[in-house]
Every structure is written in structure tokens, then in C-alpha cells.
């Protein structure tokens, strides 16, 4: 009698169950989500915010450091500070989704967002080039938002909204990319910028490079209270939690007034198997690894002398125009992704952005010969293009990978992800610093000199991402 009432509680959905709550929120939806997409868009901001926010003046703490032994070598120590990070994350990565899985998407990022506290505040206080190494390093071990807020945003909202709620992750996370830089750009060194407020005695005087961590970590901290109220949405007390059924098979089950054979239970299939999932981790992978590859070689190119190829911007010009194609990018995000997701497809949106992507990064090596305003207006119309077009990119991959798991793999197929991601991720950031440190010493070369051969580089590895969109697999998702 016990075991069928057991089975009774196993095959019904559980009033007490976070899973069927937000099951059943999303069946009375009416309208747009605003709750649970403020949730998303504040934790993903979390974790873009200390992954960029350094690139502005890690230039020039790697000069105070003093373990450069010329100007051209800065970029290469610099490298390996911003690789440190995407090693740690690339690690732990599973770990993190594994344990989503089991024990749930909030506490999880409750715990990624209270390592941004700690270790970022610990980044701005660094004061040799180990000690930010291995800061950077313990951040990305711990920083598991990601992966999980992914996995949550493709379950907390209904299916008409899953577009909007994964391309608020990108565009938060862009947005964080961007805004990152921004912050570093404007506080970093804030003693030499705003002499009349923080004077040289002070503690940002002493540690120049603090202030965009504190205000950083203050978010994050503001982040982690407000989670504290985020609404779980892993079936725990469930048919789905105890049989590993897949939610989608549960509805259409129900939908077609049948019950639960023993048949539908079913055990979880191995994701390394997933020929569709792992052709869109390969191919989110090579996109990653251009995509972090840029952001490294674009701060360091412009803030390097004109003498060298670059734009002799200061951090706070780096800051201004990475602000404003942010701007930009959350108008596209949000207003015009959506619709033309529904009505040109995941596969043409992802395809077509990374075309377009390469003729536009073939003009800048010649966007550094202009000067005045007409350098500035055209450095941030093609920022603003290329930040829309990756965070394209982005958005279709998050959405296939969610299509192609079932909700209780979805935490360890992003733990994966992130995993791959943050090996390549690794190399882009010191591979992007070696190659700039070395185009640098090449200006007066025949073939490609300077940044010629940089951004051809980036196209190089543009141009193998659009070739494995092509791959078989990946229109299965569609």
C-alpha cells in the first residue's frame, strides 16, 4: 500500500516541488516575464562584469608590476592574467553543472555570485603579477554563473518567451563585456584622473587599479540579496526529479490525457553522445575563442602608440566607446533579435552574423589611419556592429544547446560547454597578447605588417566557425 502511494506521489506533479511551481506559473503566463528577466539579466551582468572589466588598464598594471622588461612584452604578461580566469572556469565548469543538476540552479549562483565579492575586490588590491594571477584563477574556479543561468533561463519562462529570456543572458553578458571595460576605463587610476577628489595618500591612491573591483563586487553583492528570492526551477520532489523523465515528454503526456508508463522512465543518456550538442559546443567554442581573442587585442590596440598601428587612446576613450556600443547592443538585443530570430531562423542569424563579421574586421587596421571625430565616429558605429553580430552568434548557440538536453542535463550540457568554452577562451586571451606583442615588433614587414596580420588572424579563426555551422548535426536542433 505504501509503495503505490509512493508511486501515486512520483507520478502526479508535487505541490511542494520548485519545478512544478514555475511549471505552473508558466502555463498561467500572461504577457512578458519582467520578473523572472530581471533575475537573468542581473546575475548574467554578475558574471561578464570582472571577466572585462580589467582589459582597459591591465595594460598599464602590467607596466607597474615592473616585470616587463620593454613596452612590446606588456602585452604578453597580460595575457596570461586575463587566461588565468577562463583556466579556473574551464576546470570546475562540470563540477558546477552537476551539482545544478542535483541540488538546483539557485544555490549554485548564490555561491558564483558571493565568489565575484570576495575575489574580485581581492583583483583590485593585487599587487604583484602572481597574486593576480592566481586571484584571477581562484575567481574563474568558482564563477559557475554562466553555465547555470543559462539552464535557468531556457526553464523559467514559457516557450513563446524562450528566445527573449536566452537573449537577455547574451545581451546582459554583452552588456557586461562592454560595460566591464567602461568601468575599468573611467576608475582605473582614479588618484591621476580625479585628482580633486581621490588625492594620492588615499587607498585608491596606494591601489589604482581598486576601484573598479570595489564597484563591481558592491553589484555583486547587491545581486546576492536579491537572489535570495529567486524562484528554483529544478524538479526536486517530482516524477521528473525521481524518474529522470524529461518535462517536455511529461506535457505532452498530459496533453494527450494518457498517464505514465514505466516506460517513460527513463535513465539520462550520455551527453558525450549527443552528436548535435557536442557540434554546437565545437562550434560555440571557435566563436568564444575569436570573440574573448577580440576584446584583448581591442584594448590593447587602442590603447597602444599610433607609432605602433594603434589608436593612442586613453583607458577612459576605451571606456567611452565600449559604453556606447553597449547602448547599442541593448537596443538590438532586445527589439530587433527577437523578431528576426522567429522570422529568419536560428541557423541563418547565426550563419549571417558570422559572414558579415569578417569584412568589417578587415577594415580596422585602416580605421587607426583616421584622426578627430571621424575616428571616433567610426570606431564606435563598427563596435557597435560587431558586438550586435557576435552577441547573434551567441544567442542562437544558447538557444540550440538548451534544445538539444532535456531539463536534467541541461545543468551539466552547459557545465560542458562552459568547460570547452573556457579551454579555448584560455588560449584567446594570452594567444591575443603574444600575437599583438609580436605585430607590434613587424610594422615595417612586406607581408600583412603590424595589425594587418592580427585581424587577419581573428578572421582565420572567424572563417572555421562559419565553416562548422555547416555541420549536419546542428540542423537537426532546428
Not at 100 to 108: C, E, L, S
Not at 389 to 414: E, W, Y
Request: aromatic share 12%; proline share 5%; glycine share 8%.
Amino acid at each position: 500500500m505504501a509503495d503505490d502511494e509512493s508511486r501515486t506521489i512520483l507520478l502526479e506533479k508535487n505541490e511542494d516541488c520548485p519545478g512544478c511551481i514555475i511549471d505552473r506559473t508558466k502555463q498561467d503566463q500572461r504577457g512578458v516575464p519582467y520578473f523572472h528577466l530581471s533575475f537573468i539579466w542581473l546575475v548574467s551582468l554578475c558574471t561578464a562584469l570582472p571577466i572585462s572589466s580589467l582589459f582597459p588598464y591591465l595594460y598599464f598594471m602590467i607596466r607597474d608590476f615592473h616585470i616587463a622588461k620593454q613596452e612590446e612584452d606588456i602585452g604578453f604578461y597580460a595575457g596570461f592574467v586575463a587566461s588565468s580566469f577562463m583556466i579556473g572556469r574551464a576546470l570546475t565548469s562540470i563540477f558546477w553543472g552537476k551539482l545544478a543538476d542535483r541540488y538546483g540552479r539557485k544555490p549554485i549562483i548564490l555561491i558564483g555570485t558571493f565568489s565575484v565579492i570576495i575575489f574580485n575586490t581581492l583583483f583590485g588590491l593585487s599587487t604583484s603579477f602572481w597574486l593576480a594571477i592566481s586571484v584571477r584563477f581562484l575567481l574563474g574556479c568558482f564563477n559557475c554563473l554562466l553555465g547555470v543561468i543559462r539552464a535557468y533561463a531556457s526553464e523559467v519562462v514559457s516557450e513563446e518567451y524562450n528566445a527573449l529570456s536566452l537573449s537577455v543572458v547574451s545581451t546582459s553578458r554583452g552588456i557586461g563585456l562592454i560595460l566591464g571595460p567602461a568601468i575599468g576605463g573611467y576608475l582605473a587610476q582614479p588618484a591621476e584622473k580625479y585628482p580633486n577628489i581621490f588625492s594620492q595618500s588615499s587607498v585608491f591612491g596606494r591601489f589604482p587599479y581598486f576601484l573598479p573591483s570595489l564597484v563591481i563586487s558592491v553589484y555583486a553583492t547587491g545581486v546576492l540579496i536579491a537572489c535570495w528570492w529567486l524562484p528554483e526551477t529544478l524538479h526536486t520532489r517530482c516524477r521528473i526529479a525521481q524518474g529522470r523523465l524529461n518535462p517536455t515528454e511529461l506535457n505532452d503526456d498530459e496533453s494527450r490525457g494518457g498517464g505514465l508508463d514505466d516506460q517513460k522512465i527513463i535513465s539520462k543518456p550520455s551527453l558525450l553522445r549527443n552528436r548535435p550538442l557536442m557540434a554546437i559546443i565545437i562550434v560555440y567554442c571557435v566563436f568564444s575563442l575569436q570573440e574573448i581573442a577580440y576584446n584583448k587585442i581591442f584594448s590593447l590596440w587602442a590603447v597602444s602608440d599610433r607609432r605602433y598601428g594603434g589608436l593612442s587612446f586613453s583607458s577612459q576613450d576605451v571606456g567611452e566607446v565600449l559604453a556606447i556600443s553597449g547602448l547599442g547592443l541593448l537596443v538590438f538585443q532586445l527589439l530587433v533579435y527577437p523578431p528576426l530570430e522567429k522570422s529568419v531562423g536560428l541557423l541563418a542569424i547565426i550563419r549571417l552574423s558570422a559572414v558579415l563579421l569578417i569584412p568589417l574586421l578587415s577594415c580596422y587596421p585602416y580605421i587607426a589611419l583616421l584622426s578627430g571625430v571621424t575616428l571616433h565616429l567610426v570606431i564606435n558605429f563598427a563596435s557597435i556592429l560587431k558586438n550586435a553580430l557576435s552577441i547573434s552568434l551567441v544567442t542562437g548557440l544558447f538557444i540550440m544547446l538548451n534544445k538539444a538536453v532535456p531539463q536534467n542535463q541541461r545543468g551539466a550540457a552547459n557545465g560542458i560547454s562552459m568547460t570547452a568554452m573556457s579551454v579555448f577562451k584560455s588560449f584567446g586571451p594570452a594567444g591575443g597578447g603574444v600575437l599583438f606583442s609580436w605585430a607590434q615588433k613587424r610594422q615595417d614587414a612586406t607581408f600583412l605588417p603590424g595589425d594587418e596580420m592580427v585581424f587577419l588572424v581573428l578572421n582565420l579563426v572567424q572563417l572555421v566557425g562559419l565553416i562548422l555551422t555547416f555541420v549536419p548535426y546542428i540542423s537537426q536542433i532546428q
